[in-house]
C-alpha cells in the first residue's frame, strides 16, 4: 500500500530552521512529482516547493524563494525541504503529495506535519 509519512516539523523561533522528511513506501519518489504544500488556519493550501522527476527539475513558491531547498534521496525514498530563516507567516500545517508527471494529478497524500513560528 503506498504511503507518505512526514515529520521534522515542530516549534522554532523567527530566523531559525527546520528539515521536514517526506518518506514514501510502495512507490518510488523518483518517478513521481513531489510536490510540498503547506495549509495555514483559515487559508487556501498553498504549493511551497515541487521536484519534478528526473531531471528533478524545482520549483518554488516566490514566498520561499531563496529560504526553502526541496531535495530527493532516491536511495532513502524520501523527499526534504529545508527551511531557512523562518518566519511567522510560514506557520501551517506542511503536507507531501505525489502527482503523476503525465497529468499533474496528486496520487498521495500525507498527513501533514505542524509547523510553527514563534518566539
Known amino acids: 500500500q503506498a504511503q507518505l509519512v512526514e515529520s521534522g516539523g515542530g516549534l522554532v523561533q523567527p530566523g531559525g530552521s527546520l528539515r521536514l522528511s517526506c518518506a514514501a513506501s510502495?512507490?518510488?519518489?523518483?518517478?513521481?512529482?513531489m510536490t510540498w504544500y503547506r495549509q495555514a488556519p483559515g487559508k487556501e493550501r498553498e504549493l511551497v516547493a515541487t521536484?519534478?522527476?528526473?531531471?528533478?527539475?524545482?520549483l518554488y513558491a516566490n514566498s520561499v524563494k531563496g529560504r526553502f531547498t526541496i531535495s530527493r534521496d532516491n536511495a532513502k525514498n524520501t523527499v526534504y525541504l529545508q527551511m531557512n530563516s523562518l518566519k511567522p507567516e510560514d506557520t501551517a500545517v506542511y503536507l507531501c503529495?505525489?502527482?503523476?508527471?503525465?497529468?499533474?494529478?496528486?496520487?498521495?497524500w500525507g498527513q501533514g506535519t505542524q509547523v510553527t513560528v514563534s518566539s
Open positions: 521536484i519534478t522527476s528526473p531531471p528533478g527539475s524545482t
Open positions: 510502495g512507490f518510488t519518489v523518483s518517478m513521481y512529482t
Open positions: 503529495a505525489a502527482k503523476s508527471p503525465s497529468s499533474g494529478a496528486v496520487r498521495y
